[in-house]
């Protein structure tokens, strides 16, 4: 069993930073892919971000391209999601999920396991 935790949501003003961190429980962090998604109010949750196990490789959705940056560190079982030039559109609740020994993924449904999820509001 995997708990993810997510922290550091906030209210922020456009173009703002903000870096969102999600602890892991278990040993299998580091053999897992971690994905970032969001859910704004009235939508359904959309894909974000996602970081390979090793770190190597990552994904990004187009909205969040070159403003938006993943990483992980598996000593302290922690990814991070670091946000820049923040946008109102960009105001949702952040989930953090993972998935175990597997390439890390756009798709929702191939995750295992979700946080709770952390709230990130850009007023204008």
């Known amino acids: 069993q995997v708990q993810l935790v997510e922290s550091g949501g906030g209210l922020v003003q456009a173009g703002d930073s903000l870096r969102l961190s999600c602890a892991s429980s278990?040993?299998?962090?580091?053999?897992?892919?971690m994905g970032w998604f969001r859910q704004a109010p009235g939508k359904e949750r959309e894909f974000a971000a996602a970081i390979s196990w090793g770190g190597d490789t990552t994904y990004y959705a187009n909205s969040v391209k070159g403003r938006f940056t993943i990483s992980r560190d598996n000593a302290k079982n922690t990814v991070y999601l670091q946000m820049r030039s923040l946008r109102p559109e960009d105001t949702a609740v952040y989930y953090c999920?993972?998935?175990?020994?597997?390439?890390?993924?756009?798709?929702?449904?191939?995750?295992?396991?979700w946080g709770q999820g952390t709230q990130v509001t850009v007023s204008s």
């Open positions: 999920a993972s998935r175990a020994g597997r390439p890390p993924s756009i798709r929702i449904y191939e995750y295992d396991y």
């Open positions: 278990g040993r299998t962090f580091s053999t897992n892919a």
